[in-house]
Each structure stands twice: as C-alpha cells, then as structure tokens.
C-alpha cells in the first residue's frame, strides 16, 4: 500500500470512531431537546394562569397600599385634632396655673420676709 493509502485508510478509521462517538451525543441531545420542548409546553400552558395571578396579587397589593396610606392619613389628621383640642387647651391650662402659683409664691414670699 502506498503512503496515501493509509493515510485514507486512517482517516476513514478515525471519521468511522467520530461517528460511533457521536451517535450517543446525538441521541442525548434529542432526549434533552425532547424534554426542554415538554417544559416549555407545560410553562406556555400554565404561563396564562401565573401571570392573571400576578396581576390580582399586583391590584391586591395596590388596594392594600391605598388603605394603609388612607389609614395612616386618618392618624395624622387624629393626631393633629387631639393635639388641637386637647393637648393646646391643658397646656394652656398649665401656663395659667403656673402663672398663678408664681403670682402666690411672690405673695408669700414678700409676706414672710416682712
């Protein structure tokens, strides 16, 4: 045999051993392809339904938010009212009262150094 015979001869060995090594290859990436094609039809059917979830989580968080500040809204308008109407006048009342018992505490004080 000539010299580029079997080099031919060779390289036909080695494609024939490429092949029988790429068979198994082949058939696994069909399996994968296979089972990657059910996921996505499984996803693409139940993908509606998730995402009418997310959209009703979505509003019911939204109206929840809305409650909250209207809530919060509510405490401060409370906060503020009691502060008006209670807090002011007792602090009013205070200051008088206080300024009474100065005007006593000067009375008596001048009365006993006397």
Do not use: C
Not at 30 to 44: E, M, P
Not at 79 to 92: A, G, H, R, T
Request: cysteine-free; overall charge neutral.
């Amino acid at each position: 045999m000539a010299t580029w015979e079997t080099i031919l001869v060779m390289f036909l060995i080695a494609m024939i051993v490429l092949v029988v090594l790429a068979i198994p290859m082949i058939l696994r990436l069909r399996d994968v392809l296979n089972r990657l094609n059910d996921t996505l039809v499984i996803v693409n059917h139940d993908l509606p339904e998730i995402l009418e979830n997310a959209r009703e989580l979505t509003k019911r968080a939204n109206s929840s938010t809305k409650k909250i500040e209207e809530t919060i809204d509510d405490i401060v308008h409370l906060e503020q009212m009691v502060s008006k109407e209670i807090k002011e006048p007792i602090q009013n009342v205070a200051q008088s009262l206080g300024t009474v018992l100065q005007i006593f505490n000067k009375l008596f004080y001048r009365r006993k150094h006397r």
